[in-house]
Structures are given as structure tokens and as C-alpha cells.
């Protein structure tokens, strides 16, 4: 069984360091998002440089780092989904010894009168995805440890949020209607693909993870609606959540 996937008793037979050797600190605090817009918003509003990478099969990861004000902030892209997004965080945070990882994207409200036009905040993520259970012991929702002062931040800027429990579930063509009602029924207000891995990993590492959304797409009762996922509208949400996450990063370096 999948949920019985995780080892504290022995070792694994491949690391980053088998690949990448031992890592070097280039920076304290990394900002990730998983929209290309939001990277390339980025590296055309703040001076930058390629502060190292990550190869694979797919091609490479640039890892950058920012220059904002007198802050260094890293920067790369993630992937979509649990376990791709989970090794490219694990090799960056190897790479580059950083601790400390805002990411920020899209997801797709179970309540749009809830979240419609707020900065979403985990809670807790159901770990509806296989990668989490390989790095913590079963059970069916994760912590997301730093939801508080992502809380805090967002409060004192007063930019309006909203926090609660979401579902993670890697599988986005099988977010069946009875599974959305499940999880709607548990207090779940969004739907993504990666937080409960993430989360996962951080705990296993020691890394520190922030976790900030905004709603794009909607799963209604028995539709799904489009709402501003892929318009120029959600193009403008994202680059609104890349300076509430910009800022939210510089606040921690």
C-alpha cells in the first residue's frame, strides 16, 4: 500500500549529493513560482543573475537570483505536480543550501464566494498524491507549519486572504464531482496539485515552506467553470501574487 511507503529506519540509495556533489549557500531565502508569467515578470523587473541549476531528462532549471533593493533573493520555477515539483525543490534547496521557500500559483476553488479575489492560505492539505507518504507518516492531512505568519504578513499589509484546509490531488482530470463533494464536506476550500508533497518534503529536511494561491478555475457541484484560468485576467492575478510573494520573501531575508 502506498500509505505505507515511508522508511525512518534506513537510508536512501540516491541523493542529490550522488548527482550534484555538495552544495554551496547562494542565498537565504527562494522565491518559486509555478507560472513562466510570474518568472519572467521577475527577471524583467529586477536586476538578476544565473546563480546555478538543475538537469534532468526534461532539460534544465535556471536557479536565479534577484536583486531587490538591497535583498538577494533566489528564484526558479517549479514544475506541476506532486513529484516533480517535490525532486526539483529537493535538488534546489541541495544545490544552493536554502532553507527558506515561498511558492506561490493558481488553484481551482471548491468555494468561490469564499475565496474569489483573495490571497488562499493552507492550512492543512489532503494528501491526496503519492509523493508525501514516501516522506511522512500516513495520515490523511498535512500541516502546512507556516500558514500563521503567512497569516500575520497579509493581515498587516492589509491585503484581503482567506486561510483554511485544501485538497491536493495530482491527478487534475480525476477531480471527480463525489471527490470535490468529499472534500467540500471536510472544509476544503481549494483544490491544487503540489502542497501536501512540498509540505512533506520540508518537514523531512528541516526546510521552511510558505505557501500563498489565488482561486483561477472553479469546481462547482457538477461542473467545472473556467472563471479567469488561462485569460489575461489570470495573467494579472499572478502578477499581483508575485509582488504580495515578493515581498513576503524579502520580509524573511
Request: hydrophobic share 40%.
Amino acid at each position: 500500500m502506498i500509505i505505507d511507503s515511508f522508511d525512518p529506519n534506513s537510508e536512501p540509495l540516491l541523493n542529490p549529493a550522488s548527482l550534484y556533489g555538495e552544495g554551496k549557500c547562494l542565498g537565504e531565502v527562494c522565491l518559486v513560482p509555478f507560472s513562466y508569467q510570474a518568472r519572467d515578470a521577475a527577471l524583467e523587473a529586477y536586476p538578476h543573475e544565473i546563480a546555478n541549476e538543475i538537469s534532468g531528462t526534461n532539460g534544465s532549471t535556471k536557479i536565479y537570483r534577484l536583486m531587490v533593493g538591497d535583498k538577494k533573493i533566489l528564484l526558479y520555477m517549479s514544475p506541476v505536480g506532486s513529484s516533480s515539483a517535490a525532486v526539483s525543490f529537493t535538488e534546489v534547496a541541495w544545490k544552493c543550501k536554502c532553507k527558506k521557500f515561498v511558492f506561490f500559483g493558481s488553484c481551482g476553488m471548491l468555494d468561490e464566494a469564499l475565496c474569489k479575489g483573495k490571497v488562499i492560505v493552507p492550512k492543512e492539505a489532503y494528501r491526496d498524491e503519492g509523493t508525501s507518504y514516501h516522506y511522512a507518516p500516513a495520515r490523511d492531512y498535512i500541516d502546512m507549519k507556516n500558514a500563521p505568519k503567512v497569516e500575520e504578513y497579509l493581515k498587516g499589509k492589509e491585503i484581503a486572504s482567506v486561510s483554511g484546509r485544501i485538497w491536493t490531488c495530482d491527478a487534475i482530470y480525476m477531480e471527480t464531482a463525489d471527490k470535490a463533494k468529499k472534500r467540500r464536506n471536510d472544509g476544503c476550500i481549494a483544490v491544487e496539485m503540489e502542497a501536501a508533497s512540498l509540505q512533506a518534503v520540508a518537514d523531512y529536511y528541516g526546510f521552511e515552506l510558505y505557501y500563498m494561491l489565488f482561486g483561477g478555475d472553479v469546481l462547482e457541484e457538477n461542473s467545472w467553470s473556467q472563471n479567469i484560468f488561462n485569460t489575461e485576467h489570470e495573467k494579472g492575478a499572478q502578477l499581483n501574487l508575485l509582488e504580495i510573494a515578493l515581498g513576503f520573501a524579502c520580509s524573511l531575508a
